[in-house]
């Protein structure tokens, strides 16, 4: 049962411009969302997050969006530069305060030049 | 670099066989997660040690096992292994015992079952 679902598996973008990454859940017990960006051969590393009862969140050129009735958030990068190329992945947390951060399954964005 | 140690970085082994995967948190972090990313899949949390104890399980295996010692590294044991254990297997480490707590993630270790 995927409860958090990335839906694209690639997306590809010139440089400069927006790059929307989607991702959507069906677990109603999720109140904060997380994106990570994995580079190939480590580890992912945290991005940025939004709480449920936010429905917007920014950082720099990052902004992730929540709409709670869609149960769809997405992650909008503004320029797009090629070093953000890399897998994303956004992930949930809700129902208990202990362990299960439940993962997408990650899109693959390529920044072109 | 997120502080979080993994070794071995790559490991073959044969089906049938045991192996043991070690994890390093960050300095001052208590709380140890294991993660399985098998291929074109997100990652699978398995479980969480917080301070020596388990603090929660997810969907690990009967044949895989974990621990967390007194200097706070950690161990997952895979053993009777199977081709679909071939995986990334990530460890990530945070200062608190719950998930809201950011996770830092070490580099991970591939592991490869023939």
């Known amino acids: 049962d995927q409860q958090v679902k990335q839906n694209s598996p690639s997306l590809s973008v010139q440089e400069g411009r927006i790059s929307i990454l989607n991702c959507d859940y069906t677990?109603?017990?999720?109140?904060?969302f997380l994106w990570y960006k994995k580079y190939p051969a480590e580890g992912p590393t945290f991005l940025i997050s939004?709480?449920?009862?936010?429905d917007k969140n920014e950082d720099g050129r990052f902004t992730v969006f929540l709409n709670k009735s869609a149960k769809h958030l997405s992650l909008h990068i503004v320029p797009s530069q090629p070093g953000d190329s890399a897998v994303y992945f956004c992930a949930a947390i809700g129902g208990t305060s202990y362990g299960k951060l439940t993962f997408g399954q990650g899109t693959i964005l390529t920044v072109h030049p | 670099d997120s502080g979080v140690t993994q070794t071995p970085k790559h490991l073959i082994t044969a089906t049938g066989q045991r192996v043991t995967l070690r994890c390093s948190p960050r300095?001052?972090?208590?709380?140890v997660y294991w993660y399985q990313q098998s291929l074109d899949q997100g990652l699978q949390f398995l479980i969480q040690y917080y301070n020596g104890e388990e603090r929660a399980k997810g969907n690990i295996l009967e044949r895989f096992s974990a621990q967390q010692f007194p200097d706070l590294h950690s161990e997952l044991n895979l053993s009777s292994l199977e081709l679909g254990d071939s995986a990334l297997y990530f460890c990530?480490?945070?200062?608190?015992?719950?998930?809201?707590?950011?996770?830092?993630f070490g580099p991970g270790t591939r592991l490869t079952v023939l």
């Open positions: 939004i709480s449920s009862i936010k």
């Open positions: 677990n109603s017990m999720f109140d904060y």
């Open positions: 990530a480490s945070s200062t608190g015992s719950s998930s809201y707590n950011e996770q830092f």
């Open positions: 300095s001052g972090d208590l709380s």
